[in-house]
């Protein structure tokens, strides 16, 4: 069974911070998306990165895939409020996409 | 382009109730899944169709249901609602060609079972 591991589950920090989210699997997947979901609605999608190795950036969120295509990291720079919700991960795996439980981050003023 | 959307938005329903809940992709869009999420579990994939016909299926009860119209909506069907059925479910609709699977998501159907 293909599984997503995100960590931290909670982070709470102060506008301006930097702070870096990750999600871990054992199998390899053929792509990666990152969410942001909040609250009421459905995720929205951020980012998809397909290459081991890759960086793809959007403002101050910073995307890297792993190379070995396993893994990821999301690096917020600056945070700010708006940058508050759930963040989520999903995988592109043999036959469905796999979500992790994500990331649940609040940004204080 | 519309994005995608989902009605009703919010549903209040009693346990042994049926309901049924809709969903219109992206304009395009032939491929249709739907997830189950809940604050314990998480998002959990329930099923999806690919042009009328389900492609793939998790693992759900078979009092949860689908299909899929020749305009690509969905829609999607529990019976006998147990009050654990209460959650947020979410369409996600995507262009399913070749290469890299996106999906893209509605506002989703808050479902409560009393």
């Known amino acids: 069974t293909q599984l997503l591991e995100q960590s931290p589950q909670f982070l709470s920090i102060q506008e301006g911070e930097n702070l870096t989210v990750y999600c871990n699997s054992s199998s390899v997947f053929s792509s990666l998306q990152w969410y942001r979901q909040e609250p009421g609605e459905g995720p929205v999608l951020l980012v998809t990165?397909?290459?081991?190795?890759e960086v793809k950036k959007l403002k101050r969120l910073t995307f890297q895939f792993g190379d070995a295509r396993k893994d990821s990291s999301l690096h917020i720079t600056a945070a700010q409020p708006g940058d508050t919700g759930l963040y989520l991960c999903a995988g592109e795996g043999d036959d469905k996409i796999i979500f992790g439980k994500g990331t649940r981050l609040h940004i204080l003023p | 382009k519309a994005g995608v959307t989902q009605t009703p938005r919010y549903l209040i329903k009693t346990r042994g109730q049926q309901v049924t809940l809709s969903c219109s992709p992206i304009s395009g869009h032939r491929s249709v899944s739907w997830y189950q999420q809940t604050p314990g579990q998480g998002l959990q994939f329930l099923f999806e169709?690919?042009?009328?016909?389900?492609?793939n299926k998790g693992n759900f009860p078979g009092r949860f249901s689908g299909r899929q119209f020749s305009n690509s909506r969905s829609e999607m069907n529990v019976s006998t609602l147990e009050l654990g059925d209460s959650a947020l479910y979410l369409c996600?609709?995507?262009?399913?060609?070749?290469?890299?699977?996106?999906?893209?998501f509605g506002p989703g159907t808050r479902l409560t079972v009393l």
């Open positions: 169709y690919f042009s009328e016909t389900q492609r």
């Open positions: 990165v397909v290459t081991g190795g």
């Open positions: 996600a609709s995507s262009f399913s060609g070749l290469g890299v699977y996106e999906q893209f």
